[in-house]
């Protein structure tokens, strides 16, 4: 409920594309304690918008763990909705250590099987050069 009211994406009535980011990378790089994923269906829930085109997932191996929670029962759900009519893609970016974002992929295809069947599932677990 606070996060309703704190954060809310209702006055963007025009946004097409929307991309979440992983909450392992964050609590990694910033020491946050939180590495669950329920904020994100609250977040989609205010989305006003009736254009959405787009929406990603930047996930990375220690959102493992995560990725087979209730609350992607939640955000398929929200995204499923009427609310998400316009929706063509749904990317997932997937990136880490190579077994463990083999895992996600897996866990993804089998929890968007309907966007996969849809033909709007996009799936991103090319590993990124080392830097």
């Known amino acids: ?8 994406l209702k006055a963007n009535p025009n ?10 990378a964050y609590s990694a790089l910033y020491g946050a304690d939180d590495l669950s994923f329920e904020w994100f269906p609250t977040m989609l829930g205010n989305v006003s918008s009736k254009m959405i085109e787009t929406v990603g997932f ?13 609350a992607w029962d939640k955000i398929i759900s929200v995204l499923e ?13 997937v990136w ?8 996600i ?7 968007f099987a309907s966007f996969d069947e849809r ?3 996009f799936i991103d677990d090319v590993p990124d050069p080392a830097c």
């Open 96 to 103: 880490g250590d190579p077994e463990k974002a083999k895992a």
């Open 15 to 24: 946004l097409r594309v929307l991309g979440f980011g992983s909450p392992a």
């Open 119 to 121: 033909g709007i599932l």
């Open 105 to 111: 992929v897996k866990a993804v295809k089998s929890r």
């Open 58 to 70: 930047f996930l990375w191996e220690g959102d493992l763990e995560n990725v087979s929670t209730s």
């Open 81 to 93: 909705s009427d609310q998400f009519a316009t929706l063509l893609r749904v990317e997932v970016h």
């Open 1 to 8: 409920e606070l996060l309703e009211k704190e954060a809310t």
